[in-house]
């Protein structure tokens, strides 16, 4: 990934980008493109898209990045149907349902988009998406993110959930290049909010968060 790529891609600041990339925490550019390359020849049933915080009335960047590749995915012809995940962790709005909402309002089908909003981390949005997609009959399912939290699930992915499922780290070329066409429509976030809203961070202690962050909170006992 060249200083460029870094710089204008929708989900990190290049210095963090850099820190990243060169601690091995992230896939480099050539991984995502060759990870593209295999998700390109087949066409899932559904990816899964985590969430993340909806703050202030305004979609972050990295929420931007990750609704536009889940586009990109399904205008591809890659995705057919699309799982938002993740629920009222820290700002009271569904994150899952608002990433539908955006996405309904780039003009992808209603039919086609579903929400997860029991996940309350990144293990989780994985896990519940899962059994939820096997649940409504999918069968060829993916994970589409940035490539920093692919990255992070790979491991639990294989070892927890189904080596059949792939990944589809996003491909910052490609989200740099179609950047200019990207609309930033108005939505309707009040009827999203959670009554009685805890932000995690007051539920929890930090070693609980950080078990819930390893996949050590999951309720197996939801979407069977």
Not at 64 to 85: E, T
Not at 109 to 116: G, L, M, R, Y
Request: proline share 4%; net charge positive.
């Amino acid at each position: 990934m060249n200083t460029l790529s870094i710089h204008r891609t929708l989900v990190l600041p290049f210095y963090l980008y850099f820190l990243l990339m060169a601690s091995g925490c992230m896939f480099s550019s050539k991984a995502t493109k060759r990870y593209f390359s295999i998700a390109a020849k087949k066409q899932y049933d559904v990816i899964i898209v985590p969430g993340v915080p909806f703050e202030n009335g305004l979609w972050s960047r990295t929420m931007k990045g990750r609704v536009y590749w889940s586009k990109y995915l399904y205008d591809r012809g890659i995705a057919k149907n699309i799982i938002y995940s993740g629920g009222a962790v820290y700002s009271p709005y569904y994150e899952g349902k608002i990433m539908a909402k955006y996405a309904v309002a780039l003009g992808i089908p209603a039919t086609n988009v579903f929400t997860e909003d029991k996940a309350e981390h990144s293990t989780e949005n994985i896990y519940y998406s899962y059994k939820l997609a096997k649940k409504l009959g999918f069968r060829q399912i993916a994970l589409a993110s940035d490539p920093f939290q692919t990255k992070q699930l790979r491991k639990f992915i294989r070892q927890k959930i189904d080596t059949t499922v792939d990944i589809i780290p996003f491909v910052a070329d490609t989200l740099r290049r179609i950047e200019p066409d990207m609309i930033d429509p108005a939505i309707d976030y009040d009827e999203l909010l959670k009554k009685d809203f805890v932000p995690l961070k007051k539920r929890e202690n930090f070693w609980k968060r950080w078990r819930g962050t390893r996949g050590k909170n999951i309720d197996t006992s939801l979407y069977n």
